[in-house]
């Protein structure tokens, strides 16, 4: 177990997971900026108790050859939907957080480059292809400045190449 942490590191108990359960949540996403904050056994540790309560997971996966999206067929309607975070991504090195992902988790984290709205948009569409025969496309997206209730330039950049591509729904976060 590891220890229940807040700012700069976060970490939250396990009885979340069952309060979101139990308030009606099928679906988490589990990726934004603190996702490895507590490191390899964290992302793990996450995935692990989620699919215990049998929450479905987007932004992280337990092995990097799994599928990074869920599709759902919901009374006739296929929907598609997956779930990214703004990172720093160094010489084939992610960073969250200012925290270096190991090797072991880089593969498994959705996470675009904070800094060039081509790159972001590329890295997101390359599994928005999996989606992109569904009904409704649905974007998850950690991005933006912490406290800013308004967009960047760079969210907004992104958004209008991500509704250009094809992209129903973007929920945004931070």
Do not use: C
């Not at 309607?77 to 779930?83: D, N, R, V």
């Amino acid at each position: 177990s590891i220890p229940y942490s807040s700012y700069p590191t976060f970490n939250t108990p396990d009885a979340l997971a069952d309060a979101l359960k139990n308030a009606g949540v099928d679906i988490i996403s589990t990726i934004n900026n603190h996702t490895f904050d507590k490191g390899d056994l964290g992302v793990e540790r996450t995935l692990d108790i989620l699919k215990s309560k049998n929450l479905e997971v987007i932004g992280t996966v337990s092995n990097a050859s799994d599928k990074n999206y869920i599709i759902k067929e919901i009374k006739g309607i296929s929907i598609g939907i997956t779930s990214f975070s703004y990172g720093e991504l160094r010489e084939n090195t992610k960073f969250l957080n200012g925290i270096k992902v190991s090797d072991n988790s880089k593969e498994k984290l959705n996470v675009f480059d904070m800094y060039n709205v081509d790159n972001a948009f590329n890295t997101i569409n390359k599994t928005l292809q999996n989606i992109s025969n569904t009904d409704i496309q649905i974007l998850v997206i950690h991005w933006g400045d912490e406290y800013r209730r308004i967009p960047n330039e760079f969210q907004t950049n992104l958004a209008q190449k991500l509704s250009d591509s094809g992209v129903d729904i973007i929920i945004g976060s931070h």
